[in-house]
């Protein structure tokens, strides 16, 4: 361990010197080029620029104003899994009516046609994918792959970009990846197994993994997302983004203070820019952030999400919001939509968010964003069709035509 450390410090404190004394702040640069057939697939360029003289005032380009994402993330093929990373595969639900799972194909078809959706973050265990509940490998196991691709293929299908979203918590079976549990070979193995299988599919979005928490050794875990950064690059996919979660949570408010963002900031491709490298966070609106109340408390920009674009900004980052969400109750629609309009007004930034969730969450849930089917009709929770929604806020660029 003290050698992986050691080694793991070496080359991010090369690293550093490279970036330039303790992170210079960068200037807020950040372009978009968009594609000639459709805005959705634009170059995201989230690459170090020119240091700017100071960082003390935080406004957003005179570009901003529209998100570039909003959707919903589509469960059923993490159930079974804990926040240890125990997961089990015969726990896993398909969210495909073929499996005899809610039509989570209709759900995303629903989504994009209705409210204007353009992604959709599909999270899965790692023990699903590789058919094994005890001991971590990196070969995919062709059935299970088989049925987890369905539901990929169902949403490449849209026309929506798609997430693919290790479910793990930075863990296999309580062993913490790189820091006494698997070795980092071995997740990167896996996550070039999968990169292999879309390196031709732009619309594809690799998540490094979920909600990594009570990490002892940030260095380290930032040393873990290299090493699957590396291995996706390596594996053909060298355009698509790749989503980099931090500690605790991968909290929005703790991004910065946990030293999350300037550990992860050195993370790079194998060409050594940044480009396509998006910070994966995650904010709830509930008391203690943990998307388990009904009830909704703050709209988290004081405290999260003003803070964390200062800091994006001022290094030419940018984030995704790939969890959030509340009840189905008049609060929660309140301080969703400040929360989305405060996303909005910093898109140099904050490229969207996605809530939790959808897929086979029965519409009794808490958080349920499962929208309900009679016939041919769709009808959606209360938090999507007054605030979630892009047709309802106007704040996501023009959805394409399905």
């Known amino acids: 361990m003290a050698i992986q450390r050691l080694y793991a410090l070496i080359v991010?404190?090369?690293?550093?010197?490279?970036?330039?004394?303790?992170?210079?702040?960068?200037?807020?640069?950040?372009?978009?080029?968009?594609?000639?057939?459709?805005?959705?697939?634009?170059?995201?360029?989230?690459?170090?620029?020119?240091?700017?003289?100071?960082?003390?005032?935080?406004?957003p380009s005179i570009s901003a104003g529209k998100l570039r994402f909003a959707g919903v993330n589509i469960a059923g093929f993490d159930f079974g899994c804990g926040t240890d990373g125990t997961c089990t595969v015969a726990g896993a639900w398909p969210p495909l009516a073929q499996y005899y799972g809610y039509d989570g194909a209709g759900q995303m078809k629903h989504f994009v046609q209705n409210d204007g959706y353009n992604i959709f973050r599909l999270p899965v265990g790692w023990q699903y994918l590789t058919g094994n509940d005890t001991t971590a490998v990196s070969t995919l196991n062709a059935t299970n792959f088989a049925e987890y691709d369905a539901l990929v293929q169902a949403c490449l299908s849209t026309g929506a970009h798609c997430i693919i979203d290790i479910h793990n918590y930075a863990r296999?079976?309580?062993?913490?990846?790189?820091?006494?549990?698997?070795?980092?070979?071995?997740?990167?193995?896996?996550?070039?197994?999968i990169a292999k299988k879309y390196a031709h599919t732009p619309n594809v979005i690799f998540g490094v993994m979920n909600e990594p928490h009570d990490v002892p050794d940030i260095t380290l875990w930032a040393a873990s997302v290299q090493a699957v950064v590396t291995a996706i690059r390596r594996a053909g996919a060298t355009t698509q983004l790749i989503l980099l979660p931090g500690n605790n949570w991968t909290s929005a408010q703790t991004f910065v203070s946990s030293g999350s963002a300037d550990a992860l900031n050195k993370v790079r491709n194998p060409d050594g820019t940044k480009l396509n490298l998006i910070f994966d966070v995650h904010k709830y609106l509930d008391s203690d952030n943990s998307g388990s109340h009904p009830d909704c408390v703050t709209n988290n920009i004081d405290d999260s999400w003003a803070?964390?674009?200062?800091?994006?900004?001022?290094?030419?980052?940018?984030?995704?919001?790939?969890?959030?969400?509340?009840?189905?109750v008049a609060d929660c629609v309140t301080f969703m939509s400040q929360q989305i309009a405060f996303q909005a007004a910093n898109s140099d930034v904050f490229l969207g968010y996605l809530g939790w969730s959808a897929g086979n969450f029965d519409p009794t849930y808490t958080l349920a964003e499962t929208p309900t089917e009679n016939g041919t009709t769709w009808t959606d929770t209360m938090l999507v069709s007054s605030a979630l929604s892009p047709k309802v806020n106007k704040l996501v660029v023009e959805p394409f035509t399905f």
């Open 12 to 59: 991010f404190g090369l690293l550093t010197l490279l970036d330039g004394a303790n992170c210079m702040p960068a200037a807020a640069t950040v372009t978009h080029t968009p594609s000639t057939s459709n805005p959705l697939t634009s170059t995201v360029v989230s690459s170090t620029v020119a240091p700017a003289p100071s960082c003390a005032v935080n406004h």
């Open 172 to 193: 296999f079976n309580g062993g913490i990846v790189g820091q006494g549990g698997p070795d980092n070979s071995v997740l990167a193995g896996l996550w070039s197994s």
């Open 307 to 328: 803070p964390l674009a200062q800091w994006l900004r001022c290094h030419g980052r940018q984030a995704l919001n790939t969890e959030t969400g509340g009840g189905n």
